[in-house]
């Protein structure tokens, strides 16, 4: 009976050796994620356009007007580039758009951080209602708010400055809303600790909760700055003289009614992508992690 038993015991390993070897084989004639063969065709897809954007941005304006569109360039014609980079505004218009997108991004993380934190650990009466009210203005497009907006400005003098692009960005619901999903994520075991160690509810803030919440400032930093630096239908409404033009306002100065230096407009174009697409490779991984991390919690 012993050696009946065996026999099937043993004549039974070699198959679990067999489909326990068939997976690492599997893996190594496939190294990566079968997602990939997917996801790596479509992410050249959506790169197509940056990629004609360059292409076209060392192309002659001949070249560019052409009917069939060329699809590569003769050659590396710079003229584009020297025309823009030789406007004696580019420099301004690129200092502007700088300012007005590092005060949007700084005003963002502390109002929203403060925001954020109180909805998330204060509870008062009407809360819950002051947080529906102020979501649902992210449903209301930006072409209802755009004339009150314009009329509150003017009252305050400061059509045509600076300051009427800086004031309206200077907290968005998105900025308190994503920083409150991520500090009902926190344990709050580590605010407690600090509060009977003696610490008020804003050092408790600034020295435990923001520090352990730099996934979800970097998000709201990266898309705040995005947003702001891209801006073009707001600028174009306030800002009437040409030294108070932020970088998208002045490269419609490239467009004429009879004639257009599409090549200046391509090289613009490009300059004006490379600080938003260094800002988001710089915080990629922290925004992965703070878009994980958050959730839906409610």
């Given at each position: 009976m012993t050696t009946t038993t065996a026999a099937p015991v043993e004549a039974?390993?070699?198959r679990g050796d067999a489909r326990s070897t068939s997976?690492?084989?599997r893996r190594r004639l496939l190294p990566f994620s079968p997602w990939h063969l997917l996801l790596a065709p479509l992410s050249l897809l959506f790169a197509l356009p940056l990629v004609w954007l360059v292409l076209s941005s060392v192309m002659t304006n001949a070249e560019i007007n052409r009917f069939p569109?060329?699809?590569?360039?003769s050659g590396i014609h710079l003229g584009g580039y020297r025309y823009v980079l030789g406007n004696a505004m580019f420099p301004r218009w690129f200092m502007n758009s700088l300012i007005v997108s590092a005060v949007a991004v700084a005003s963002n993380l502390v109002f929203g951080a403060l925001g954020?934190?109180?909805f998330a650990r204060m509870r008062f009466a009407g809360s819950r209602a002051l947080m529906v009210a102020m979501l649902a203005t992210m449903a209301i497009p930006f072409q209802l708010t755009m004339i009150p907006t314009f009329l509150i400005m003017k009252r305050l003098g400061l059509i045509d400055t600076l300051g009427a692009l800086?004031?309206?960005?200077?907290?968005t619901p998105f900025a308190v809303f994503m920083l409150r999903q991520f500090f009902l994520s926190l344990p709050r075991e580590l605010e407690e600790a600090a509060w009977?160690?003696?610490c008020s509810r804003l050092r408790v803030l600034i020295l435990i909760v923001l520090p352990l919440s730099r996934p979800a400032l970097s998000t709201v930093a990266v898309?705040?700055?995005l947003t702001t630096w891209n801006d073009l239908t707001w600028p174009l409404i306030a800002i009437n003289h040409d030294t108070q033009y932020t970088l998208q306002l002045g490269l419609t100065t490239f467009q004429g009614q009879h004639h257009t230096q599409w090549a200046a407009v391509m090289a613009g174009s490009v300059i004006t992508v490379l600080p938003v697409l260094l800002a988001f490779l710089g915080a990629q991984k922290a925004f992965i992690q703070s878009i994980t991390s958050s959730g839906l919690k409610g």
């Open positions: 039974a390993r070699p997976g690492p084989r569109p060329a699809l590569w360039p954020g934190y109180a800086i004031i309206p960005s200077l907290v009977i160690d003696g898309l705040t700055f």
